[in-house]
């Protein structure tokens, strides 16, 4: 299944109690004209797209260099420059102890843009497993480990499921995109699945070899990046994201001039 939830929270980073504006971002999140709405008060058709011509800088908020691939060849021809973590001194890391993905997404993102004073998108995913409740789920990148190696999580895996018949599984993928003063956008995506008694294919990473989806009769890691994006968590996300490109740009453009008349800088735009 998959759902998109575009919504707007505040700037609280705290991932409890949610941030007081949560309400409010779920009354947006179930109008479908959430943006229109904003741009139309704010906005002549001249002025959209102008602003949709300028070209914005977004830093991708992970230190993962697959998820770093998959998402710059989803938004690559879009009108933002992409740059990451490392084209910016070192900056300290976020701690991940949020309940949910989508705190720990939304915790990726603020503090990145905030520091940085650039919009950041961060990705929080994980993938779920039905006979081991819900594990790794937001542990999945630590699983067997605080410095585990994919192949370390992996091996732990199958080691829990041996002997297990139920073998299904999804992936999950929350899309948090933050202005530095706080506000987001979320995007969630699950792509379902079962997993293999033995690791199939080198490609992608994390737990795609041992991920095997049936509709294609491939796992993750026997899949090219193409065909894992047409089906993946993650690809599901970022395609609701790209679906409403020009939407989310006049929203960035909107925050980040609120932001740049409260300080009086050009953070965010060249
Ligand atoms: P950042 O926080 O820096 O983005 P991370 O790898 O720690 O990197 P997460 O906390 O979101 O990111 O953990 C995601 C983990 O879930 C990842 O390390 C993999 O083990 C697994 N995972 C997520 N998406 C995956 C995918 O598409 N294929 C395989 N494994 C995936």
Redesign the pocket.
Known sequence: MTRSVPKEIDSDHRASPRPKEWGKSIAVRDFPGWIRGKVQRKNTVQEVNASTMERIILVL????A??SK?IREFLAGFPVEIKDLNDFGPIPEVK?DGPT?DD?AYK?ASFTAKVLGFPAL??????EVEALGGAPG?H????AGPVAT?EE?NAKLLQALKGVKNRRAR?A?VLSLAVPSGPALTYEAFCEGEILESPRGEN?????PL?YYAPMGKT?GEMTLTE?GAV???GKALAELKGEFDKVLIWLKNRLKEEKMLRGDHAGCH
Do not use: M, P, Q, V
Request: charged share 30%; net charge neutral; hydrophobic share 25%.
């Open positions: 908020a992970t230190r993962n697959g998820k998959e991940e993905f720990n990726k961060a990705d929080d995913s994980g993938l937001i999945s990148s630590r699983y994919d999580n992936f993928c992608g990473f994390g737990y795609d991920f993750f894992k993946s968590h993650r």
